[in-house]
């Protein structure tokens, strides 16, 4: 075997072996890609998850907040309804006819006298007229009456103002039942 044979064989011994180095290498770098592609579709899975949660989460969050507006709303219009309920009914009581006016002062007076001794009686001055047992002095009140004992340390108020509130107060369930079922 001379120079040159020895020559071609190392080339042809390079040359093969170059050949197995890049066809290695091609096929490390179509692993390495087909990794990186598995790991960026993964990734987009993970982020289009991750987004349907936070848009799942955005939604919930603004469809409770909507139901509360919802909610606060009903409630400021029942609240309003009711108010406007007992305004009318204390309208209807500021513009009683003298009969009725006088019928609802006498039975406040007398249950004003069942619950204390009363020696003062104020009221509205377009009541002072049907207070006739007792000293009528007239006040700033829509209607009813204030009584008070000799003493003046125990005081009973039927104001139509008093009423009206007491009864809101006791019956508002009952009124909002009435009212919105």
């Keep these: 075997m001379g120079l040159e044979e020895v020559k071609e064989e190392i080339i042809r011994n390079a040359k093969e072996q170059e050949a197995a180095l890049i066809a290695e290498a091609r096929r490390e770098a ?3 890609t087909k990794e990186a592609e598995k790991k960026i579709k993964e990734m987009e899975e993970r982020s289009e998850a991750d987004t349907k949660k936070m848009i799942e989460s955005a939604k919930k969050q603004e469809i409770s907040s909507a139901e509360m507006e919802y909610k606060k709303m009903l409630l400021d219009a029942k609240k309003n309804m009711i108010d406007a309920v007992f305004a009318d009914a204390k309208k209807r009581l500021e513009n ?4 009725k006016r006088e019928a609802y ?3 406040l007076l007398e249950k004003a006298k069942n619950d204390i001794e009363a020696a003062y009686v104020y009221c509205n001055k377009k009541d002072v007229r049907f ?5 009528a002095l007239p006040v700033d009140i829509t209607g009813g009456l204030i009584a008070e004992n000799q003493e003046k340390t125990v005081r009973v108020d039927y104001s139509f103002e008093t009423v009206l509130q007491s009864i809101k107060d006791n019956e508002l369930q009952n009124i909002n039942k009435l009212l919105f079922g």
Excluded at 96 to 99: E, Q
């Design 105 to 107: 002062i006498k039975k």
């Design 131 to 135: 207070v006739r047992e007792f000293k």
């Design 96 to 99: 009683l006819d003298d009969k």
């Design 30 to 32: 179509g692993r390495i």
